[in-house]
Nanobody, 128 residues
């Protein structure tokens, strides 16, 4: 079972980033997926989630209005269901964190951190 994240790195304030995550070997047939993050000196926190069909997107207050979560667009339905993308704009240094891709049985499980599969995390640093 694996969630492989990509797209992190160094971004200037006001810039954008696009994080991608592809799941493999998941036991959930149509997983809810999402992102958490852990900022320096802070607890891990929810960022966004989405249902297997690409609807029902939910965002944390800190990122709502400048973020979009979406599912993959592969013609391979199973691959698309196991892929999640997070687009974040208007980044600030407060967005500096390790971002974790997660998968759960449902999007509600992702929202509530119930029985999730976690990726290893990817560093995003917002700095000039």
């Amino acid at each position: 079972v694996e969630l492989e994240e990509s797209g992190g790195g160094l971004v200037e304030p006001g810039g954008s980033l696009r994080l991608s995550c592809v799941g493999s070997g998941l036991s959930f047939t149509r997983p809810g997926m999402g992102w958490y993050r852990q900022r320096p000196g802070k607890s891990r926190e929810f960022v966004a989630s989405i249902a297997w069909h690409g609807g029902g997107a939910t965002y944390a207050d800190a990122v709502r209005g400048r973020s979009t979560i979406s599912k993959g667009s592969s013609t391979n339905t199973r691959a698309a269901e196991n892929t999640v993308i997070l687009q974040m704009d208007s980044l600030s240094p407060e967005d500096t964190a390790v971002y974790y891709c997660v998968a759960g049985k449902t999007a509600a499980d992702v929202d509530n951190s119930v029985n999730l599969v976690w990726g290893q995390g990817i560093q995003v640093t917002v700095s000039s």
